[in-house]
């Protein structure tokens, strides 16, 4: 298997404040890093791809300079959380795939709980 | 972009039944379908996946299927256990050398009552 670690586990901060996350493959290289984010009891959103040495690519609807997101090596990508606020308290996931031919398998952090006051 | 939904939301069995959770999903060119569980608080568990040139994997008590045609793909699990309650997603994404996300469905809370 692959380890993928993340930090924090958890966060708590003031509203307006901004919060790093940070995401490692501790055993093997990810040119690509994704970060989801989770809202209770729903399902996993992609958020935006990390790509190392370039500009992350987001989806639809997520904000680009609220979520800022630097991938400068190949085991490393952070996701910094501008200006929070509460509706921004969720469960951050990130997950780097270990490519082998044509299969990737997403090996997935264990994850940050920011809790906005 | 892929789109997946996932069917039922909730399911309750009794211990030693059979569950069945399905999805179905939008891209045609998606080729890779892992199925996750995922405990409360922490980070989702891969359990089974299945690429598509294989029609049906199987692991022990779990399996999975594929209908690449129809585009929905299957989970069953027999001989449910109290062990086995937790919330399900499947998720679908194109494999290939540069990795691409993961799409989930929207999730099923299972819930195996002894």
């Known amino acids: 298997g692959a380890v993928v670690s993340q930090h924090p586990s958890r966060v708590i901060c003031k509203s307006g404040t901004s919060v790093k996350i940070e995401c490692r493959s501790l055993d093997f290289q990810a040119t690509t890093m994704f970060w989801y984010r989770q809202f209770p009891k729903q399902s996993l959103m992609l958020m935006a791809t990390?790509?190392?040495?370039?500009?992350?690519?987001?989806e639809q609807g997520v904000e680009k300079d609220k979520f800022l997101i630097n991938h400068a090596s190949l085991t490393l990508s952070t996701l910094t959380v501008t200006s929070a606020h509460p509706e921004d308290s969720s469960f951050y996931i990130c997950?780097?795939?270990?490519?082998?031919?044509?299969?990737?398998?997403?090996?997935f952090g264990p994850g940050t709980r920011l809790t906005v006051l | 972009g892929e789109n997946v939904e996932q069917h039922p939301s909730t399911l309750s069995v009794q211990e030693g039944d059979s569950a069945v959770i399905k999805c179905t999903y939008s891209d045609s060119a998606s080729n890779y379908f892992p199925w996750y569980k995922q405990e409360l608080g922490k980070r989702p568990q891969l359990i089974i996946d299945i690429r598509s040139n294989v029609g049906e994997k199987k692991d022990q008590r779990i399996a999975v299927t594929l209908n690449k045609t129809a585009k929905h793909f299957s989970l069953h699990i027999t001989e449910t256990q109290p062990e086995d309650s937790a919330v399900y997603f499947c998720?679908?994404?194109?494999?290939?050398?540069?990795?691409?996300?993961?799409?989930f469905g929207k999730g099923t809370t299972l819930s195996v009552s002894s």
């Open positions: 990390s790509n190392e040495g370039s500009k992350a690519t987001y």
């Open positions: 998720a679908a994404s194109l494999a290939n050398q540069a990795g691409t996300a993961l799409i």
């Open positions: 997950s780097a795939p270990k490519v082998a031919r044509s299969y990737n398998e997403q090996f």
